[in-house]
């Protein structure tokens, strides 16, 4: 089981486009061990602190408005910080596979989501890393807890 991450851009309600450079000079910054896929712009990222997570990056995508990563072994404060520094610098709106799983990064982009959207109207902002960061944890610790109930509810005696 994995928990997803969604980074999407959103302007007047609908998906935008991103700035594709300054996501891939985020990008660049981290090691990559290998692609994980045969897609041309997916990664396996390896933090120096452990962390470890598959990035589909959209970089080769005509109309790049957004990207996902994928963590599979666990979550470390380099992951963290990446995630936050790739939705800041790209203006992305953080979006999880969690509860309540939108995170503005500024009230501004709370105009700019869809209006229409129930997830959207619980977003919670987020606007330093200081107040990311406990509540990206959270949430990712709300999922961990489930998985490992469900692997342990599940798991023959």
Same mark, same amino acid.
């Given at each position: 089981m994995s928990f997803d991450v969604f980074f999407q851009r959103f302007q007047q309600g609908d998906v935008a486009p991103a700035d594709r450079e300054a996501a891939r000079r985020i990008i660049e910054t981290i090691p990559r061990t290998c692609p994980f896929t045969e897609e041309p712009d997916s990664y396996r990222l390896a933090f120096p602190d452990g962390g470890e997570a598959d990035l589909s990056s959209g970089l080769a995508s005509e109309d790049f408005t957004g990207c996902s990563l994928t963590i599979r072994t666990g979550i470390s404060p380099n992951l963290v910080a990446f995630i936050y520094e790739l939705a800041v610098t790209c203006d992305f709106v953080v979006m999880m596979t969690a509860?309540?799983? @939108? +995170?503005?990064?500024?009230? =501004?982009?709370? @105009?700019? @989501?869809? =209006?229409?959207?129930?997830? &959207?109207? #619980? =977003?919670? +902002?987020?606007?330093? &890393?200081?107040?990311? #960061?406990?509540?990206?944890? #959270?949430?990712?610790?709300?999922? /961990?807890?489930? /998985?490992?109930?469900?692997?342990? =509810?599940?798991?023959?005696?």
């Amino acid at each position: 089981m994995s928990f997803d991450v969604f980074f999407q851009r959103f302007q007047q309600g609908d998906v935008a486009p991103a700035d594709r450079e300054a996501a891939r000079r985020i990008i660049e910054t981290i090691p990559r061990t290998c692609p994980f896929t045969e897609e041309p712009d997916s990664y396996r990222l390896a933090f120096p602190d452990g962390g470890e997570a598959d990035l589909s990056s959209g970089l080769a995508s005509e109309d790049f408005t957004g990207c996902s990563l994928t963590i599979r072994t666990g979550i470390s404060p380099n992951l963290v910080a990446f995630i936050y520094e790739l939705a800041v610098t790209c203006d992305f709106v953080v979006m999880m596979t969690a509860e309540n799983p @939108v +995170i503005l990064l500024n009230e =501004a982009q709370r @105009v700019e @989501v869809p =209006a229409d959207g129930a997830m &959207f109207e #619980e =977003a919670i +902002i987020c606007a330093s &890393f200081e107040e990311f #960061e406990p509540e990206f944890l #959270e949430r990712y610790g709300g999922w /961990r807890d489930y /998985r490992d109930y469900v692997i342990t =509810a599940h798991t023959p005696e």
